[in-house]
């Protein structure tokens, strides 16, 4: 299994912008894939996940109404649209897959079996 995070950059409070996770190496409908995040100093968190088949999506508290994730099984790719970008959202941007087939689709770090590499994104005021 392997994931790879990218669309990263430095954009301005208020912008948006696209992360896109790429897997390979497993059926993408047997696996919920999260958006991760961490901040300098922080613990990582869990921002969004979406289950196998996209039907069910959960979101933190922080990034409800600004934040969308969604996935396209025949790309294999999970996506983070981030709207109304603000300067806390500063952060390296991870994703990361565990194997399920059914339940809500859950933000706890720790349940994830497989994660990528990071990529940055970085909100100024």
């Known amino acids: 299994v392997q994931l790879q995070a990218s669309g990263g950059g430095l954009v301005q409070a208020g912008e948006s912008l696209r992360l896109t996770c790429t897997a390979s190496?497993?059926?993408?409908?047997?696996?919920?894939v999260g958006w991760f995040r961490q901040a300098p100093g922080k613990e990582r968190e869990g921002v969004s996940s979406i289950s196998g088949r996209g039907g069910m999506t959960s979101y933190a508290d922080s990034v409800k109404g600004r934040f969308t994730i969604s996935r396209d099984n025949a790309e294999n790719s999970v996506y983070l649209d981030m709207t109304s970008l603000k300067p806390e959202d500063t952060a390296v941007y991870y994703c990361?897959?565990?194997?399920?087939?059914?339940?809500?689709?859950?933000?706890?770090?720790?349940?994830?079996?497989?994660w990528g590499q990071g990529t940055q994104v970085t909100v100024s005021s």
């Open positions: 190496g497993f059926s993408s409908e047997t696996y919920y």
């Open positions: 990361a897959a565990r194997l399920r087939l059914f339940g809500a689709p859950s933000l706890t770090v720790r349940e994830y079996e497989h």
